[in-house]
Structures are given as C-alpha cells and as structure tokens.
C-alpha cells in the first residue's frame, strides 16, 4: 500500500501517500526533486536500468541526464535502487561519474527450462523460408510464438500471411503486433494488463515487450529471433515466459 509504479499514463501526483515508488529510466529523467520531496517519497526503484546503456530506444533520451538525475535525487536525501536482471556497463558508467554505488546481487534459480539453439543462413531467402516452416510447424504442435522484431507492420504481415499459407488449418489463426503504435488493440491490452496471451497464436513484439511485462501462460511457448539481437534480449525475452519452459 506504500508503493507505486509510474507506468502508461500515470502521474507522479497520484502518489502523494507513497513514500515509495517504481519507474524505469525513460520515466526517471522527468521527474524534479521539488514534486518528489513534496509528495514526501523517499525511494525510487529504477527498473531495467540496463536500457540506459543497452537499449537504443532509450539510450538517446536517457543516457546525458540520467546520471545527473541521480545526482539531484541522492543530495536531496531520495534514495535511489536500480534494478537489472540482465546487468551491462551501466554499473559502471555510474561509477565514472562519482556515484555511491553499493552492489547487491541476488541469484533466483528458476524451475524452467531454457535452451538456445543458433542457425546460419547463406541467404536472407533460406532465413525468411525457414522460419515461416519453423512458427508454422510450432503452431501446429501446439506451441504459442513469440516474434521479436522491430521491422515494422509490412514485414509481421508478410511472415503472417506466408504462415496461414502454408497449412490450411492456420488460416485463422490470432496474430498480434505488440508495439507502442498498437498498444490500444485488444490482444496487446491483454498482454499489457494481465500478461494474457490465450487468444493470440503468434505474437510479434518490438522492444517494448522486451521489459517490464511478464507473460502468465503456462503452456507450451517458442521464440523466435529474425534478426540480429544482442545475447541480452535473448534473455530479456525468454524472461518474460516466467511460469513455462
């Protein structure tokens, strides 16, 4: 009851009985020492903090004011934690710019399994042919497919369409684009509320799946990389499937 989280279109001022809060980088640098100190919070937890050094959606809004922010936040008497499951050099890059910085690392074994497995194409035509076989035949198998991709509406409906060619039975099937510029359709409320995939087949998703959301179904899952990605977002994705291997 102590704790709030600034997410989507909530405001800092809705929080004035919190003397905690949540927000990821993007939403820290907005914040001023003022407001904060008014509404009398004394935390802030900073979530996926690794995106100010890794993400390039945030990396040019964040990275200049972010250490500053920090700086003010921490002077004030705000204490400031950041939260990574996947760390980098964000670390540090802090500690260049002279913050007091305390390390707490926390290992949490998980009940399921992950495995990677790597291909080589000679062509982009042997890629595009193999993975319209490969969600194909997962679908197929009973399998939900994740798609991370930021190549843009006209690529997701050329592998949608290429994927319900291919068996008949997939023609109907539920295809979303989970994206900021979709983020108002039904299927990516569900996702985006309750982490509710059950009436989607295939789920594109640009970066913005890749943080902050956990998916809660519990069946069988794949996903499926089209484009080059760093090791990272291999694992930022794969944790989002927290309850199934």
Do not use: W
């Not at 809060?21 to 690794?50: A, M, R």
């Not at 042997?126 to 035949?137: A, M």
């Not at 970066?207 to 069946?219: C, F, K, M, R």
């Amino acid at each position: 009851t102590d704790f709030g989280c600034l997410y989507g279109n909530k405001r800092i001022t809705e929080y004035r009985n919190k003397t905690k809060f949540c927000c990821t980088p993007n939403n820290l640098i907005t914040l001023g020492t003022d407001i904060l100190q008014s509404l009398g919070i004394k935390y802030i937890f900073v979530d996926e903090s690794h995106t100010i050094i890794g993400d390039a959606e945030y990396r040019h809004l964040v990275m200049g004011n972010f250490c500053s922010k920090l700086k003010e936040f921490i002077r004030a008497g705000i204490k400031v934690i950041l939260l990574s499951g996947s760390p980098l050099n964000e670390f540090y890059y802090m500690y260049d710019n002279d913050l007091d910085l305390r390390f707490i690392k926390v290992k949490k074994e998980s009940p399921y399994e992950k495995t990677l497995t790597i291909k080589h194409y000679e062509t982009k035509e042997d890629k595009y042919t193999d993975l319209i076989n490969d969600i194909s035949d997962a679908l197929i198998a009973g399998y939900k497919c994740f798609v991370p991709t930021n190549m843009g509406d006209l690529y997701v409906k050329k592998i949608s369409n290429s994927v319900k060619l291919r068996y008949p039975e997939l023609s109907t099937a539920s295809i979303t684009y989970y994206t900021k510029n979709h983020s108002s359709e039904k299927l990516n409320e569900d996702i985006t509320i309750d982490g509710n995939i059950d009436n989607a087949n295939i789920v594109f998703a640009g970066v913005s799946l890749s943080v902050g959301v956990d998916i809660n179904y519990t069946g069988k899952c794949r996903i499926f990389f089209p484009d080059r990605v760093p090791d990272y977002n291999i694992e930022q994705f794969s944790a989002r499937l927290r309850k199934t291997d």
